[in-house]
């Protein structure tokens, strides 16, 4: 192994870890206290953490994972076929559901769902606005209208307690998002969509392997939705797919996506004609190939990512101003595709998110402010004033500064500005890694008038 390779093969396996982890920190400065240590890189002080300390993603193991991928493509076999069928079959049974059903990217395994689910004009889906925008556009590609129910801040999920307030005539579905990677509260959300005998459509894109009650998020409701984009835990550059139990909306998701043919009917072959509308989003076979050489490594790093973000929130919790995530009490694992805490700029003697941001970065910790507030954004005014709105929904429903009175979401607007992210490859680190990220942090807290003084006079 080149030795990049080696040191990335040792952090994955913790091995790197054992012989450097610290001593209990118990609250102790860990830093040597050399006059340049001190300063903080902001400020023109050594950094923290040397720029190449992060693990890279997407993992590639040229030595393993290659060999599946060459066969597919000496064998000329690049439209779906049998590779496709066995990666779909992995991941239903990871899942633990009947059917899966891979598309070219979560974007449209959301989109292809709703429109199974016979969602459409007229509809409205309950959704929170701490999302991907994804999850929006699905919504409105179906010509639906979306809803937003606010958060709780603590978990960054969608606040359960608030969304039969949104629920009216008009309202058809409900699309929790695993946001972050962090479960949302699946067994409140079940329990008022049976209540109100309403579609359960999961955005788990950031999600896979999280699980609540040991049940993994994604089999809850009618469908799961998943992204194998590049950044995501499951990293194929694009792919998704739709997880489900039911048979007949999966059959009929097959069909949508291979252009209205039978479920069945192999890829290419038109001999039996289309039995009804679709489109055609299907994934190749190259595309599965590199999806199951990740599959291999996705439960060790699922599993690392608990461990070091808990050791993480150990430490972080803390610092004063420093806000870690907080799970629901039913979550048995999350997956971890972002490490958020919340950022309280009057603990750091009114330090600004986006100066403290430049500070962590400057120590080399990478590090962001995640989401803007979507529920505000100018595409949602784009859809309701198109023509195809206007053919579909009625003046006063299309009443854009109603609409938007309506769906005010004060405390995600908070939230978006007290974010703070780390990426999950972070999180593939050792425990070591952690102790960086908790005293680089430390430092900025204690230096935090000084880096406020020169950045903001
Ligand atoms: C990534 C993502 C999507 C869309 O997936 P793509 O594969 O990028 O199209 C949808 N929802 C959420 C929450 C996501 O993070």
């Given at each position: 192994m080149?030795?990049?390779?080696?040191?990335?093969?040792?952090?994955?396996?913790?091995?790197?870890s054992?012989?450097?982890?610290?001593?209990?920190?118990?609250?102790?400065?860990?830093?040597?206290?050399?006059?340049?240590?001190?300063?903080?890189?902001?400020?023109?002080?050594?950094?923290h953490?040397?720029?190449?300390?992060?693990?890279?993603?997407?993992?590639?193991?040229?030595?393993?994972?290659?060999?599946?991928?060459?066969?597919?493509?000496?064998?000329?076999?690049?439209?779906?076929?049998?590779?496709?069928?066995?990666?779909?079959?992995?991941?239903?049974?990871?899942?633990?559901?009947?059917r899966?059903?891979?598309?070219?990217?979560?974007t449209?395994?959301?989109?292809?769902?709703?429109?199974?689910?016979?969602?459409?004009?007229?509809?409205?889906?309950?959704?929170t606005?701490y999302?991907?925008?994804?999850?929006?556009?699905?919504i409105?590609?179906?010509?639906?209208?979306?809803?937003?129910?606010?958060?709780?801040?603590?978990?960054?999920?969608?606040?359960?307690?608030?969304?039969?307030?949104?629920?009216?005539?008009?309202?058809?579905?409900?699309?929790?998002?695993?946001?972050?990677?962090l479960?949302?509260?699946?067994?409140?959300?079940?329990?008022?969509?049976?209540?109100?005998?309403?579609?359960?459509?999961?955005?788990?894109?950031?999600?896979?392997?999280?699980?609540?009650?040991?049940?993994?998020?994604?089999?809850?409701?009618?469908?799961?939705?998943?992204?194998?984009?590049?950044?995501?835990?499951?990293?194929?550059?694009?792919?998704?797919?739709?997880?489900?139990?039911?048979?007949?909306?999966?059959?009929?998701?097959?069909?949508?996506?291979?252009?209205?043919?039978?479920?069945?009917?192999?890829?290419?072959?038109?001999?039996?004609?289309?039995?009804?509308?679709?489109?055609?989003?299907?994934?190749?076979?190259?595309?599965?190939?590199?999806?199951?050489?990740?599959?291999?490594?996705?439960?060790?790093?699922?599993q690392?990512?608990?461990?070091?973000?808990?050791?993480?929130?150990?430490?972080?919790?803390?610092?004063?101003?420093?806000?870690?995530?907080?799970?629901?009490?039913?979550?048995?694992?999350?997956?971890?595709?972002?490490?958020?805490?919340?950022?309280?700029?009057?603990?750091?003697k009114?330090?600004?998110?986006?100066?403290?941001?430049?500070?962590?970065q400057?120590?080399?910790?990478?590090?962001?402010?995640?989401?803007?507030?979507?529920?505000?954004?100018?595409?949602?005014?784009?859809?309701?004033?198109?023509?195809?709105?206007?053919?579909?929904?009625?003046?006063?429903?299309?009443?854009?500064?109603?609409?938007?009175?309506?769906?005010?979401?004060?405390?995600?607007?908070?939230?978006?500005?007290?974010?703070?992210?780390?990426?999950?490859?972070?999180?593939?680190?050792?425990k070591?890694?952690?102790?960086?990220?908790?005293?680089?942090?430390?430092?900025i807290?204690?230096?935090?008038?000084?880096?406020?003084?020169?950045?903001?006079?």
């Amino acid at each position: 192994m080149k030795t990049t390779q080696r040191r990335q093969f040792l952090k994955q396996s913790g091995l790197l870890s054992a012989a450097a982890v610290l001593p209990a920190l118990q609250g102790k400065r860990l830093l040597p206290q050399t006059h340049k240590q001190h300063i903080p890189a902001i400020l023109g002080g050594k950094s923290h953490v040397k720029i190449d300390n992060w693990i890279k993603w997407p993992i590639w193991d040229s030595e393993n994972d290659e060999k599946l991928l060459l066969e597919v493509m000496r064998s000329g076999v690049w439209s779906r076929a049998q590779v496709v069928n066995q990666f779909e079959k992995a991941w239903a049974d990871t899942i633990g559901t009947k059917r899966c059903m891979t598309v070219v990217n979560g974007t449209q395994a959301l989109t292809v769902a709703i429109n199974q689910a016979k969602l459409g004009p007229g509809d409205e889906i309950l959704v929170t606005p701490y999302t991907f925008i994804a999850s929006i556009q699905a919504i409105l590609a179906n010509s639906c209208i979306p809803i937003f129910v606010d958060v709780d801040p603590e978990t960054f999920q969608m606040d359960t307690k608030k969304i039969e307030a949104r629920i009216s005539r008009r309202t058809k579905a409900i699309l929790p998002v695993h946001i972050l990677g962090l479960p949302c509260d699946m067994v409140q959300v079940m329990e008022i969509a049976k209540k109100h005998q309403l579609i359960v459509i999961e955005d788990a894109c950031q999600a896979p392997l999280a699980e609540i009650n040991h049940q993994k998020v994604g089999s809850f409701g009618l469908a799961g939705c998943f992204s194998f984009q590049n950044s995501k835990n499951i990293a194929i550059g694009e792919g998704g797919a739709i997880i489900s139990n039911d048979e007949g909306f999966m059959d009929r998701c097959y069909s949508y996506h291979n252009l209205g043919l039978p479920f069945g009917i192999a890829t290419g072959s038109i001999s039996s004609g289309s039995f009804m509308r679709g489109t055609k989003v299907r994934f190749t076979e190259y595309q599965a190939a590199i999806g199951l050489a990740q599959l291999t490594r996705l439960e060790s790093q699922t599993q690392v990512r608990n461990e070091r973000a808990a050791y993480l929130s150990s430490m972080l919790k803390n610092i004063p101003g420093v806000v870690p995530y907080r799970l629901y009490p039913e979550v048995t694992r999350a997956a971890f595709h972002l490490y958020p805490f919340r950022y309280q700029a009057n603990e750091f003697k009114g330090l600004s998110r986006s100066n403290f941001l430049k500070a962590l970065q400057a120590e080399g910790v990478p590090c962001s402010g995640g989401y803007t507030a979507l529920n505000t954004q100018v595409f949602l005014q784009e859809a309701f004033e198109s023509t195809a709105f206007k053919k579909l929904y009625s003046r006063s429903e299309l009443n854009y500064s109603t609409y938007l009175m309506e769906n005010q979401c004060p405390l995600n607007n908070q939230l978006c500005e007290e974010a703070i992210w780390f990426t999950q490859n972070l999180l593939l680190g050792s425990k070591e890694d952690m102790e960086l990220i908790f005293q680089s942090i430390q430092k900025i807290h204690r230096e935090a008038e000084s880096i406020k003084k020169k950045l903001q006079p």
